[in-house]
């Protein structure tokens, strides 16, 4: 019924019915209708994000990041807002995966696997996960370093793993993060 491991063939999709025809090739699908498709996709679900963050949800849920003890004696209700936020997660990593399903045009068990997860870890890490647009940037960052490791060595996770670990220990706070105390400290030189 699934295909076993030979995963699950994906039609090219009619996009709310107009973008595509049954007769269009899938190329062309996916350099023009489709890409605009998902960045408006992409737009709306940063905007909800935005909203989320910056409502007294994602405010509490900062608290809760921040300090712990200090949330649950304010009175926040943790395990209620966790549960929230790992739905609220659920929903996003679902609608990320629908779209990426037609891109691909195969879902297979190996999407299943944890690297590819660790691959989005990877993205919030290396942008910065403390700053809204830290992810954003990660994932664009990711994206061209994978392309450039696969392109220049085999061992390619094997370097993204070092990277991984050089960022930690160099950008604790991530590209974003770093970016943002090195303006703060250009700022202060120039006040001088």
Known sequence: MTGGTDGLRVPTPKLLGVVTGEHEDKIEFLSHGYYHYVLVVFILCVALMWLIVHSPFGKALQAIRDNETRARFVGIQIRRYRLVAFLVSGVFTGIAGALWVPLNGLTTP?????????????????????????????????????????????????????????????????????AKLLAAAARRRSAQ
Do not use: C, H
Request: net charge neutral; glycine share 14%; charged share 5%.
């Open 110 to 178: 190996d999407i299943l696997y944890w690297p590819f997860s660790g691959e989005i870890v990877f993205m919030a890490v290396l942008g910065g996960f403390r700053n809204f647009t830290g992810p954003i940037v990660g994932a664009v960052v990711f994206n061209y370093l994978k392309t450039y490791a696969v392109g220049f060595t085999v061992y390619w996770q094997a370097l993204l793993g070092l990277v991984l670990v050089v960022l930690v220990v160099v950008l604790p706070t991530g590209i974003v993060g770093t």
